[in-house]
């Protein structure tokens, strides 16, 4: 028997393998969650056992009992267990079966409430018609019945069509047999059978019966089946949701994470930062603890090298004075060793010799006692004449000392000999040492003298030198007036039209485009006014080239002479940044005189530079190098000496220009004492006239001569026309004078140009002609600078301004006078 419950094991499931499902408690892995679902889907549309594999792999749902049967076979069970196996009752084993091989796609039509039809219609139909067909035959439609089942459950289309053809002939020839005993044993036989075939029929039918029954517990138990199902599937979902819910923890959980570890990482990068910037100057101050380290050891080390060397000189001095004492303790040593040693040498062959004339006489005299008493006594001849051998042998030993003696002072001779031409040698070098002396001290005599002519030359070309400058400057006029037009800066606009004819040769011109006329007829023009001046400066000039046209007039002052240096227009038209900026005319020639003065020191030339900073402020003194308190309260007196054509400031501050930073300082004090001013009247600079006073005394010890010269460097009020300005009250006052102190000067160097020599100057008409009166005229040299601004709304100003500097360039003074003295 092929049902199914001999045969369980190859059921389909439908299920997919349950190693794919994870566990519940990672709610990470959706693919899992999303396999199980599969999985669960799977289960309810094929009814196949599905908590077979799921069972173990989800922990929270309840566990199933161990051994349980799958779908199919449980969909089996009550069939096989209940229904005896009827004689035929293959359709329904094999429809069983069949349903068995099938079990998920039949439990999944029952489940979506469509039973098949199929489940039924095969046994009861084919077995019904079967048997109605093959009673006739029992034997071979039994067998035949069987296999036929047998062969529809494998292959049923093709086997019945084979078989009904046969069973209809097999009728057709049975109603019409002719013989009738047979057909009452056919009819008997037939009824027996038809009673079994009934009863088989009936029997079939309960077995039927009892299908239907077991398809009914069945259903029951796939209904069950459903509900244990859903219940399930509730868990499921809600595990799902649990799941979902963790995950929604665990993305929170990510997300805080994230932050916190964003938070973290800009704590990291924030520490970084912070020890980066720590270490950063912690390198920095270590670099400079190195470097003033390094800066220490190598002062240090200089110091030490220094101290080294100085010892080591000192050794040096130390030790060639002993040599030279020890040399001439040597010499002295070694003269008195050689005396002595000649002496004694010289003594020692006078003994010797004494000695041997003294043995020679005793010879001599013992021979001749000898001889007499040989002569006397012929008996002792023997024993004279032993005697006399000894005294021969005497004598040979004598002799042989002697010999001796004379060789010692032959060779002490020469020795003396060698010692005395030492010390001649000794005595001959030093002579040649004084000699080489006595010629170096002749020759520096004689580099003296050159040099001394030399300096007498150079004192004599320096005076020349000053003669021929003073020539030129007088050639070149003793006043001059040069013009500067300053550049526009960024902030301001409409420029006025100014050109510069000869720019590229002279620089003598400017040309300044006047304003537009209207004539009675209605037309309109414009006419252009030509200037020309000693020098004319464009908007590019630099102060350098200012300074170069200037510096000679500055060595004057140094040569004794004195000198104005002007700057004169309107305000802001760059009189200031001319006179007294950074690297203005006053920085630069203090600058000039104090190299120059320091060069001429080689030339017997001591200079002396005092300097004063004054105001002419409302037609009174204010001094700028004073407190600052003071200003505007402290008197200060102007005193002229007639006779030495000398001014003096008294109760001014004046300050000794010993260094060429000291002109800073001035400055700098008076440039505060101005902006302090400036706030009790506005436009202090601009409304007061400032003029920077160098006075330079230099006297030359070689020759005797003196100089006396005075470098005037002043910064002009703005020029502003009254009518222009359309000033009131404290402002009109300060016009009107500073338009009076501008005028005076016009008058005062008209006077000096047009008048003759006894003519009157109208110095003190104001206090600023007054303060300069001994540097304006005769004795002086002149230069005026008309400072021009380059804007189309200052034209007006700018074209009085030219007209009153053409005015000063036509004028004529006298030729300026050196002051020296004897
Ligand atoms: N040659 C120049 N090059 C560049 N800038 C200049 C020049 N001359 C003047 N200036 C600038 O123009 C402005 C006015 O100049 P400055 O103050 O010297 O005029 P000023 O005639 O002295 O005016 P005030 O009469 O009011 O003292 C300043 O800002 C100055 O720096």
Not at 98 to 122: C, D, I, Q, V, Y
Not at 272 to 297: C, F, G, I, N, P
Not at 632 to 650: F, G, I, Y
Request: proline share 4%.
């Amino acid at each position: 028997m092929d049902t199914g419950a001999e045969n369980p094991a190859p059921v389909r499931t439908g299920l997919r393998p349950p190693s794919k499902i994870i566990m519940p408690s990672s709610p990470s892995r959706q693919g899992g969650l999303k396999d199980m679902s599969d999985a669960a889907v799977n289960a309810r549309g094929t009814m196949a056992p599905p908590l077979g594999p799921v069972k173990h792999k989800l922990a929270a749902l309840p566990e199933p009992p161990s051994k349980r049967s799958t779908m199919a076979d449980r969909a089996t069970e009550p069939l096989n267990s209940k229904l005896p196996a009827p004689p035929n009752s293959r359709p329904v084993g094999a429809a069983t079966k069949k349903m068995a091989a099938n079990g998920t796609r039949g439990f999944a039509s029952s489940a979506n409430g469509a039973p098949r039809s199929n489940l039924t219609r095969p046994a009861s139909a084919s077995s019904f018609s079967g048997s109605a067909s093959v009673g006739y035959n029992s034997k071979v439609a039994s067998g035949n019945h069987f296999g036929r089942n047998k062969a529809f459950a494998g292959h049923g289309r093709s086997k019945s069509q084979y078989y009904n053809p046969r069973s209809a002939s097999s009728m057709t020839d049975r109603d019409e047999d002719p013989r009738p005993e047979r057909q009452v044993f056919d009819t008997e036989s037939r009824m027996e059978s038809m009673e079994r075939e009934f009863a088989a029929f009936k029997q079939k039918m309960e077995g039927e019966a009892s299908q239907a029954s077991g398809l009914k517990e069945t259903i029951k138990i796939l209904q069950s089946r459903v509900s244990e199902l859903e219940a399930l599937r509730t868990q499921l979902t809600a595990l799902n949701e649990e799941l979902k819910s963790d995950l929604k923890d665990a993305k929170s959980y990510m997300a805080s994470a994230n932050m916190e570890l964003e938070k973290a990482r800009r704590d990291h990068t924030f520490e970084v930062d912070d020890l980066r910037r720590k270490y950063r100057s912690e390198m920095e101050d270590m670099q400079d603890r190195y470097r003033k380290e390094a800066d220490r050891t190598k002062r240090d080390n200089e110091e030490a090298a220094e101290k080294v060397r100085k010892d080591f000189e000192t050794q040096i001095d130390k030790l060639l004075k002993m040599h030279s004492e020890e040399l001439a303790e040597m010499e002295k040593r070694l003269r008195k060793e050689v005396e002595e040693e000649r002496s004694r040498r010289m003594r020692e062959t006078l003994e010797l010799q004494t000695e041997y004339k003294m043995k020679l006489q005793n010879a001599g005299l013992e021979a001749d006692t000898k001889e007499r008493e040989i002569l006397n006594v012929k008996g002792e001849l023997t024993n004279v004449q032993a005697e006399l051998d000894r005294e021969r042998t005497l004598k040979t030993g004598l002799q042989a000392q002697l010999t001796e003696a004379t060789t010692l002072n032959l060779t002490l001779e020469a020795s003396n000999k060698a010692m005395k031409e030492k010390i001649n040698f000794l005595e001959s070098d030093s002579q040649a040492q004084s000699q080489a002396f006595n010629d170096l001290h002749r020759r520096m005599q004689e580099a003296i003298e050159a040099a001394e002519l030399a300096n007498e030359k150079l004192r004599q070309e320096e005076t020349l030198r000053r003669k021929l400058h003073n020539q030129v400057q007088e050639l070149k006029g003793n006043i001059r007036v040069m013009c500067r037009v300053r550049p526009p800066s960024e902030a301001e606009s409409e420029p006025a039209k100014i050109t510069f004819p000869d720019a590229d040769t002279d620089s003598k011109e400017v040309a300044v485009q006047g304003p537009e006329t209207k004539s009675a007829l209605g037309n309109v023009t414009t006419s252009t006014y030509s200037y020309s001046f000693d020098r004319v400066f464009g908007p590019k000039s630099q102060n350098a080239e200012v300074f170069e046209e200037i510096s000679q007039l500055v060595q004057s002052a140094l040569d004794g002479y004195n000198v104005c240096i002007f700057c004169y227009g309107q305000t802001g038209s760059g009189k200031t940044y001319t006179m007294s900026s950074d690297d203005g005319m006053i920085p630069r020639a203090t600058a000039q005189i104090y190299a120059e003065a320091t060069r001429l020191e080689e030339k017997g030339w001591k200079y002396k530079m005092e300097g004063n900073f004054v105001e002419v402020y409302n037609e009174t003194y204010n001094d700028l190098l004073g407190r600052s308190e003071d200003l505007d309260k402290k008197k200060l007196e102007v005193r002229h000496d007639m006779a030495k054509k000398q001014t003096t400031l008294e109760n001014a501050v004046s300050v000794e220009l010993d260094s060429p930073n000291r002109v800073e300082e001035i400055l700098k004090t008076a440039s505060k004492n101005r902006s302090v001013a400036a706030t009790k009247a506005n436009m202090r600079s601009s409304r007061s006239h400032s003029v920077f006073i160098l006075r330079l005394v230099g006297v030359n010890h070689i020759t005797g001569e003196r100089s006396e010269g005075t470098l005037n460097l002043v910064d002009l009020a703005g020029s502003e026309r009254l009518d222009h300005s359309k000033a009131e009250g404290a402002r009109l006052k300060e016009t009107q004078n500073i338009n009076k102190s501008l005028s005076c000067l016009g008058d005062v160097i008209n006077a000096l140009g047009s008048a003759k020599e006894s003519a009157h100057i109208p110095y003190r008409n104001s206090k600023l002609t007054y303060l300069l009166q001994y540097s304006l005229g005769g004795n002086s040299k002149t230069l005026m600078f008309v400072m021009v601004s380059p804007l189309q709304a200052h034209l007006q100003e700018t074209i009085t301004s030219l007209k009153f500097a053409t005015k000063v360039h036509n004028t004529h003074i006298g030729t300026a006078k050196k002051q020296t003295r004897a």
